[in-house]
């Protein structure tokens, strides 16, 4: 970001000045949505990705990835999760232990959602313990983010959870939730199957 300007104007991102609260408005508007995919696109362009390319995720990409997950609600703001970033190469044998599809391990990176039970809010009265649909909000937002950076992610849920806390060597406190590989897709994705709008959506009551 530029970091002086002159008098009577404020700097911008990419370098663009403006001299007005409303001018200045309008051109991050413009610049966003001009480096951002639509968020209903993302939605609709989502899909499991079973075959993924060796290919590397830049740095960057990575990152705003995990910072999109990272920001994601959590019940009373607990945030009681960790996000686990495990590099494939040279550890396929180690992380098919944890899930043993070959694809699984096909692309540069496995992600771990691990929930941290004790620290998570838990509702009065029946003690419903919020720390599963927190990682859920979590994952969603990794995954979103993914598919707005062109890559590719699964849903894992059928994991070994013995296996997965020897090999992310994880504290007796902790939970594995959920995993996904993270890279670039293979294949492209084919037409998701879903139920009737009205069958999945009711007003006022059940």
Partial sequence: YPTTARRGTSPTPYGV???????????????????????????????????????????????????????????????????????????EDALSRVYDRPWFVQGPVVIAAVGVPESAWVRRGDGKNYCDLDIGIVMEHLVLAATAEGLGTCWVAAFDPQAAREVLRLPPETEPIAFTPLGYPATEGLQKGRKPFEELVSYERW
């Avoid at 610049?31 to 993924?52: C, E, P």
């Avoid at 830049?58 to 959590?74: F, G, H, Q, S, Y």
């Fill in 17 to 91: 000045r403006a001299t007005r609260p409303r001018e200045r408005a309008l051109i991050y508007t413009s610049q966003i949505r001009r480096h951002t995919l639509d968020f209903y696109d993302v939605v609709r362009k989502r899909y499991s990705v079973r075959a993924y390319r060796k290919d590397p995720i830049p740095d960057d990409v990575l990152r705003r990835v995990l910072e999109a997950a990272v920001l994601a609600p959590t019940a009373a703001n607990r945030q009681a999760f960790r996000l686990i970033v495990a590099h494939t190469e040279g550890r």
